[in-house]
């Protein structure tokens, strides 16, 4: 007999960690969009907003501010704005200095940063786990009998957040006049320039959007399980970036699907198959589109231009 109720729920696993997986990778694909390499620090904002999290909550209540609304707007903002300028000091300390120079060189200048970051937090915060208490409490059933299944008011949170998130931006990139700066960028620099459009305006502001969305998975994740440490960017990193190759890397929307089918089928493989080897089976996804589509799903050729 099939078992339903697992299956619904192993599902809704999938779309939680997809949305977290999808919202860093956008962040991996819009720098990849405008100047065509992978910032390889990104995992570690996202490490930074998880430590954030936890300390503007202890602020918060340290200051008497107990209204949990109040809190995790505040938490939100706080969080995503300093980890904006975080990815703003990436671009300007490991990418622009080597913007002109071989495509190695901003590479190994990332990677350094990424153990800078890294060794930031474990000397000033400690190298131990930290936790934080479970702030959103509560669970909602959907469903009947043998088809229900449970999603805790956080992971609706989640979803929703990860969803209305990506909605906004596709906005202000569709719609907004920087937006469309971006867009002119990333198709063509050297025209944008030609037409009064400021690379070096929009390069930074590439990494603050990507950084605040990396924020935003953090912030989330923290509130969800409640638990982080120095090195936690790594491999979260690593997956973000598969969901973004998988899904076409330069595609927002790619990006978020591609995220989605991570989650999916990593929940899937963990709940039926071993959760030991979800991670190998996680990288062994990222060969197989390497091998098979290595432009992704949405993703396009390069077309030289001469």
Known sequence: MIDWANINQQLVNGVVLGSVYGLIAIGYTMVYG??????????????????????????????????LPFMLILTFVMTAVITGLYGWAIERIAYKPLRHSSRLAPLISAIGVSLLLQNFVRVSQGGRTQAIPALIEGRQQFGQGNASFIVS??????????????????????????????????????????????????IPLVFVLGSVMAAIAGTLVTLNYGSFDFSIGFMIGIKAFTSAVLGGIGSLPGAMLG????????????????????????????????????NGLFGTKDVEKI
Do not use: W
């Not at 910032?39 to 930074?48: C, K, L, P, S, T």
């Open 259 to 294: 995220g989605l089918i991570l989650g999916l089928a990593e929940s899937l493989f963990s709940g039926f198959v071993s959760a030991d080897y979800k991670d190998v089976f996680a990288f062994s996804m990222l060969i197989l589109v390497l091998i098979l589509k290595p």
């Open 153 to 202: 008011n956080v992971e609706l949170m989640i979803i929703i957040t990860a969803l209305v998130s990506m909605i906004l931006l596709t906005f202000f990139i569709k719609k907004s006049s920087m937006g469309q700066a971006m867009r002119a960028t990333q198709q063509d620099m050297k025209m944008a320039s030609m037409l009064g459009i400021s690379p070096q305006k929009i």
């Open 34 to 67: 405008i100047i065509g390499m992978i910032n390889f620090a990104h995992g570690d904002v996202y490490m930074i907003s998880a430590y954030l999290t936890a300390i503007c909550i202890a602020l918060f209540a340290l200051f008497g501010i107990l209204s």
